[in-house]
């Protein structure tokens, strides 16, 4: 199995504490790049990068047009924009909304498809509609791994719920075993003395 590039991470309803957990559970310098999908209101300030900072020991940003990936960094969609990326950079779209959200879960979870395939990993929270189950349902096609939250410790479960309908994931977790997976597959692989 190739091991993780990229890991993304979808929610909604009840996203923000989900995220607040799994952040904190993030060893000080992990390696890959960590991507959150939050659906937002179109008129929201643009806080939640910093609401997350305060919950994690790396940058958490919002990627611009053309932001180059790096590792370390905690990358949030920005509002009213869906996200898409490749193995070097993020970019924006305004294509219609997807499920009714934009940013879509789905956009973001079958670009890291295309871009990472077997090196990709989602990862699909609490969320209340069925946003992230096709995006989800791609990167599975495409060798990538695919986890989500048991949806009986969900806020909400259709999200989950959805994902489990279509996809043979990887593994139904709690919050806290979600959190405990993110943070053991970007934690940097010690170096072998010799």
């Not at 020991?57 to 611009?64: A, G, N, T, Y």
């Not at 499920?99 to 609490?126: C, H, K, N, Q, W």
């Not at 919050?175 to 003395?193: F, K, N, W």
């Amino acid at each position: 199995m190739s091991s993780v590039e990229l890991i993304a991470i979808g929610a909604s309803l009840g996203g923000l504490k989900a995220f607040e957990l799994i952040l904190r559970a993030l060893p000080p310098s992990f390696t890959a790049p960590l991507v959150l999908v939050q659906h937002r209101r179109l008129e929201s300030d643009g806080r939640l990068p910093e609401l997350l900072q305060r919950h994690c020991r790396c940058p958490v940003v919002e990627p611009d047009d053309r932001t180059p990936i790096e590792g370390g960094h905690v990358y949030v969609a920005p509002p009213n924009y869906h996200l898409h990326l490749d193995r070097r950079s993020f970019w924006l779209s305004i294509d219609p909304p997807v499920s009714f959200a934009r940013p879509s879960i789905d956009v973001l979870f079958e670009s890291v498809a295309d871009a990472y395939g077997p090196a990709g990993m989602a990862i699909m929270l609490t969320g209340a509609s069925e946003d992230g189950a096709a995006g989800a349902q791609a990167l599975k096609r495409a060798g990538g791994r695919v986890y989500v939250q048991d949806p009986k410790t969900a806020e909400a479960q259709t999200a989950p719920s959805a994902v489990l309908a279509r996809t043979a994931v990887d593994g139904v977790l709690s919050l806290e075993s979600i959190a405990d997976l993110v943070a053991g597959t970007l934690a940097p692989v010690p170096q072998r003395r010799r």
